[in-house]
């Protein structure tokens, strides 16, 4: 038994993700950065363009003088070292053509180097701008979300007049998992509205080897095996629809501009809801010696419509809840029409 209550706060522990707030942001541009002026880079481009041009023009002409000093030279018209020396004068030649034809362009290093200065001074007060602008648009705004919801809980069923009921009745828990939707009313509000949808697991463990039953009468009831039992429970589900009002105490702040907000999501709050829902299965399961069911389909009077209230202490993500069923757990007066009290931690409600 005790496995499965430490395997249900574990995975509470283990999945507080469920409580995070599920943002799609359709708004979303990715930013590009511009860190050389246009005209800069047009002037250059150009300018490397027109110093390709000059080299690749004497290039071609050089090595036409160089093949015919090569020719020369296979005809034994000269010496290798005449024609080294002449592949030496070839190249200085060439190299000062193209320093004086570069030269001869006239590009202004100054005046480029103080349109860039003035780009990039520019650019920086357009940068701070969109910084700026971009933490306007960081600013808080009233909470409208859907989070996660995941919730685990101890069932008691008070006693009443069913002797049986209130003997064997062991320890029984719930789970809950589903959506929540969180609206605030305005930024500087400490009231939010909640609504959502959730499924709603209600498990039943019988002790000292007794299983619910359905007699040929019709008759709900535990009855007793003759054997040794390893496992009697009874597991619902139900679809839940919650409605309600959450209280933060958080104070109010205020941004840059001397705006008020109030976030809600941090500090303690309280919230009471309603909910309402119905049974969209159940489960009867025993295992022990020569016996094995999980019966799905029979009827044992589980109400096919549950509604209650609920209180719930907030703290961030992680809650504290009291849950009161107002209808019978079981119909039919089954079991003297008891109702569920149900008390546990919730993540995102």
């Not at 705004?141 to 101890?154: D, I, K, R």
């Not at 039953?213 to 496992?231: F, Q």
């Not at 629809?241 to 001397?258: A, Q």
Request: proline letters at 2%; aromatic letters at 12%; glycine letters at 6%.
């Amino acid at each position: 038994m005790k496995k499965y209550l430490v395997l249900g706060f574990l995975c509470l522990i283990s999945m507080p993700s469920l409580g995070q707030k599920i943002k799609i942001d359709f708004n979303y541009e990715k930013e590009t950065e511009e860190r050389v002026s246009p005209i800069v880079k047009e002037k250059v481009e150009q300018y490397a363009l027109e110093v390709r041009e000059i080299v690749i023009t004497e290039k071609l002409a050089m090595e036409a003088e160089v093949a015919k000093v090569n020719e020369d030279l296979n005809q034994e018209l000269i010496s290798e070292e005449e024609a080294n020396n002449l592949k030496a004068d070839i190249a200085l030649r060439f190299s000062e053509r193209i320093n004086s034809s570069i030269e001869n362009l006239k590009f202004n290093l100054d005046e480029i180097t103080k349109q860039q200065v003035q780009y990039s001074i520019m650019s920086t007060d357009l940068e701070q701008l969109k910084i700026e602008q971009k933490a306007k648009s960081k600013a808080y705004n009233p909470v409208n979300q859907v989070t996660g919801y995941l919730a685990f809980g101890m069932i008691s069923l008070p006693n009443d007049d069913n002797k049986k009921l209130n003997d064997h009745l062991g320890i029984s828990s719930g789970i809950d998992a589903g959506l929540i939707y969180n609206r605030q009313f305005s930024k500087t509000s400490p009231f939010t509205f909640k609504t959502g949808m959730y499924l709603s697991w209600r498990t039943l463990r019988f002790e000292d080897d007794y299983y619910l039953s359905r007699d040929s009468e019709g008759v709900v009831d535990l009855s007793l095996y003759d054997k040794n039992l390893s496992k009697s429970k009874l597991r619902s589900t139900y679809l839940m629809v919650p409605l309600g009002i959450g209280y933060n105490t958080s104070k109010l702040k205020y941004d840059e501009e001397g705006n008020a907000f109030r976030n809600v999501g941090k500090g303690f709050g309280l919230s009471a809801n309603v909910y309402g829902g119905f049974r969209i299965s159940n489960n009867n399961i025993v295992k022990g010696e020569n016996i094995n069911w999980r019966h799905r389909k029979s009827s044992l009077n589980l109400n096919d419509f549950a509604y209650g209230a609920q209180l719930t202490l907030e703290f961030k993500s992680l809650n504290f809840f009291v849950r009161q069923e107002l209808s019978p757990f079981f119909k039919d007066k089954t079991f003297d029409d008891r109702k569920m009290l149900q008390f546990g931690i919730s993540l995102g409600f």
